[in-house]
């Protein structure tokens, strides 16, 4: 119940398409939902992040759409860029437990 | 505002020996939590720190110990050090435990 899960595992865009990548989770407790890119050598950074009483969130390319029914989030990357080549992970939280649980990670790589 | 800030980078050590691994919360930030980071498992929770009291405990053995200090600073330990150690170890800090975590570059550790 614990889990998050994370598909797909890698991802192949050309520049300019959309990159989607979706997650989804069981536990209901759940109730922050960050994204979080990481380029190789560095820690995750956090990209974007949403609560469940919003359905979506934009920030510049990046979007987050959440449907609480189905228990599932994705990120939207619009107009993607060659240097948004990085692994993505989704993650969420309970309560003030300081816990992130993250799901397996999306490796995507934007060709030009 | 500098960031999170995790020392050494890269460690090596050998089987059956202990390590300590560092982290500077951003100022401010009450709320440290570790992670470990292997291909294979991922990012995982290792605990939580406070107010300097530990308040979250992920599914590690015993051998891996933490604490925080009353500027914030926190410390993780790894004791008897077996090859399935050897990973990225990731601090993260937030002002609160339920918001947005800030994560350091890490520290690779090598077990041989």
């Known amino acids: 119940q614990q889990q998050v899960k994370q598909s797909p595992q890698s991802l192949i865009v050309q520049k300019g398409g959309i990159s989607i990548i979706n997650c989804a989770y069981e536990?209901?407790?759940?109730?922050?939902f960050p994204w979080y890119q990481q380029f190789p050598g560095k820690g995750p950074a956090l990209l974007i992040a949403?609560?469940?009483?919003?359905s979506e969130k934009k920030e510049g390319r990046f979007t987050i759409s959440f449907n609480k029914s189905a228990k599932q989030f994705s990120l939207h990357i619009m107009d993607s860029q060659p240097g948004d080549s990085a692994t993505y992970f989704c993650a969420a939280l309970s309560g003030n437990t300081g816990k992130l649980i993250f799901g397996q990670g999306t490796t995507l790589q934007v060709k030009p | 505002k500098a960031g999170v800030t995790q020392t050494p980078r890269y460690l090596i050590k050998t089987r059956g020996q202990q390590v300590t691994l560092s982290c500077s919360p951003i100022?401010?930030?009450?709320?440290v939590s570790w992670y470990q980071q292997t291909p294979g498992q991922g990012l995982q929770f290792l605990f939580e720190?406070?107010?300097?009291?530990?308040?979250n405990k992920g599914n590690f053995p015993g051998r891996f110990s933490g604490r925080q200090f009353s500027n914030s600073r926190s410390e993780m330990n790894v004791s008897t050090l077996e090859l399935g150690d050897s990973a990225l170890y990731l601090c993260a800090s937030s002002l609160q435990s339920n918001y947005g975590y800030t994560f350091g570059s890490g520290t690779r550790l090598t077990v041989v």
């Open positions: 949403i609560r469940p009483d919003v």
């Open positions: 100022s401010g930030h009450r709320s």
């Open positions: 536990n209901t407790a759940f109730d922050y």
């Open positions: 720190y406070f107010s300097e009291t530990q308040r």
